[in-house]
């Protein structure tokens, strides 16, 4: 019981440490889900890519892009986020792809986007992602709160709830 305890003692204490960082760079064959985006893609037009820091190392990552439509192909992202940025409107974030590197970090990833979206990001009123059509992105996104809101040829959206 108490080897129990410490394990989930280690677990909160690691995941109430860890912060949102906006980063530059990423290794993008580490992506699970679109290792074929290259680094110019997830930070132009507007879009970021956001880590999960604790103790000075990156456990989950986060590639969001802005749109003002929801996108249900990586081509109308593209398109999408790339008019939105370019018309300064935007009223949805479109997270197109998480993967964590240690235990929790993805979910703890998206509450904290959520988190940072409600509180930095006004002009923001869904977050949406743009998700294979797997039971694994499935179950992650139902699981951590989200509701499904199309299924789309190749890909699903799920949308979070933005509390303002």
């Not at 992506?31 to 190392?57: A, C, K």
């Not at 989950?60 to 003002?68: P, W």
């Amino acid at each position: 019981m108490k080897a129990f305890k410490n394990k989930v003692d280690n677990f909160f204490k690691w995941v109430k440490g860890s912060e949102l960082v906006l980063l530059e760079e990423i290794n993008v064959t580490e992506d699970p889900v679109r290792p074929h985006l290259n680094l110019d893609f997830r930070t132009s037009y507007g879009r970021q890519i956001y880590g999960l820091e604790y103790d000075n190392n990156i456990e989950g990552i986060v590639c969001v892009a802005f749109t003002d439509e929801i996108p249900h192909t990586e081509k109308e992202l593209e398109l999408m986020s790339k008019n939105s940025h370019l018309e300064q409107s935007t009223s949805i974030l479109i997270a197109y792809t998480v993967w964590s590197r240690k235990r929790g970090a993805g979910k703890e990833i998206m509450r904290k986007l959520l988190e940072h979206t409600q509180k930095n990001m006004e002009n923001i009123k869904q977050v949406v992602t743009l998700s294979p059509l797997t039971p694994m992105a499935t179950h992650y996104h139902i699981r951590n709160g989200a509701k499904l809101i199309s299924i789309n040829s190749d890909t699903q959206n799920f949308e979070y709830e933005v509390k303002k």
